[in-house]
């Protein structure tokens, strides 16, 4: 999975597999809210933007593995919409999952204001672009290119899909074509 160098920074992207609480920040159903999450936060009964009881794979895999295996992370990504997102925390990596979205744009429309695909990419570039106003061109080149990137998607392209009970054998077919394509 990784050399024995450590890992600087965390980059997700995806829905509510890798979601800690851009939702929060949307108008939108899709929201992480009580009782998701209250064993992340230790008794303190505070939706923790997950949408699980407490941690996704990805908070296992960022304090769990890497912690375990001393390459250096001991933080949870932060959402990309939260406020506190800015300035030096960037320089540890951004979380831009958001519940309900999915490889086509309009998937998630239903439950109201969501991030479709292309945002995140947009939103990466963003921070990429503030990462390398912070410490320098080359200095943001490294920290890119020993990062950690995770992306999980497509979950609910699917769910929509089966959903359209209307759709033919055919249509279904190339529906699943153009998500990979």
């Known amino acids: 999975m990784c050399s024995a160098k450590e890992v600087p920074a965390i980059f997700a992207f995806g829905d509510s597999l890798y979601e800690v609480g851009n939702n929060f920040y949307l108008d939108t159903l899709a929201k992480p809210t009580l009782p998701n999450g209250i064993d992340f936060t230790k008794g303190k009964r505070r939706a923790s933007g997950r949408y699980t009881n407490a941690r996704t794979i990805l908070d296992i895999i960022e304090i769990v593995v890497l912690a375990e295996e001393e390459l250096g992370f001991t933080n949870y990504t932060p959402p990309y919409l939260s406020p506190q997102t800015t300035g030096d925390v960037i320089l540890k990596g951004v979380n ?84 990979i394509f």
């Open 96 to 179: 831009y999952a958001s519940s309900g979205s999915g490889i086509f744009n309009s998937t998630g429309s239903k439950f109201g204001d969501h991030i479709c695909m292309d945002e995140p990419i947009n939103n990466f570039e963003k921070s990429r672009q503030d990462i390398v106003s912070k410490i320098g061109a080359a200095a943001a080149r490294k920290l890119l290119r020993d990062a950690l990137y995770f992306i999980a998607i497509g979950a609910n392209d699917i769910m929509l899909l089966s959903s359209n009970v209307s759709s033919s054998h055919v249509e279904n077919i190339k529906y699943l074509d153009n998500m």
